[in-house]
């Protein structure tokens, strides 16, 4: 039954669905499992993410780069503050504003992340010439601006 809808579309539509969908797998595997390595959550340790790549962020900010509710982004400060990982502190210039920020034992962390998922890029990849790697980059540069074209349609 299942394969009679996919004839409405086109089969390399299908393929890319198909290979898209098999990589975000991955990806949220190596991501659940690195979150649960250092006995965190998801959105716990993409809040972190997120911080060792944008540096010192106001709360609102943050809020927005997780999908979150004000509410819900600070919840989830709380809890990495009270572990640590985060630091948090009014802003001297209007202090309605909260900003947050990487503590040292967070910034290790995202650190020590980093450092290993480089490892594991530089062992899968090295068997690949830069040609292939010039490939994959211009595809990845390809998909990433045909789906951000209507990104302000979606909204």
């Not at 394969?3 to 539509?13: C, R």
């Not at 640590?84 to 967070?106: A, M, Q, T």
Request: net charge negative.
């Amino acid at each position: 039954m299942e394969e009679n809808k996919d004839k409405n579309y086109p089969s390399h539509l299908l393929e890319l669905e198909n290979k898209l969908s098999i990589f975000f797998r991955n990806m949220k595997e190596k991501h659940v499992h690195d979150a649960s390595r250092n006995d965190m959550s998801m959105p716990q340790f993409f809040c972190l993410w997120i911080l060792s790549k944008c540096g010192k962020l106001r709360m609102s900010e943050l809020a927005v780069n997780l999908s979150l509710s004000y509410a819900s982004a600070t919840n989830l400060i709380n809890r990495l503050s009270d572990a640590e990982l985060v630091n948090r502190y009014d802003d001297p210039e209007d202090r309605r504003v909260v900003i947050v920020e990487l503590s040292e034992k967070g910034q290790a962390l995202t650190d020590a992340v980093r450092t290993r998922h480089m490892a594991e890029m530089m062992s899968k990849f090295e068997s690949l010439t830069p040609e292939q790697i010039d490939i994959m980059l211009k595809g990845m540069d390809l998909l990433i601006y045909t789906v951000s074209l209507n990104k302000d349609e979606q909204k």
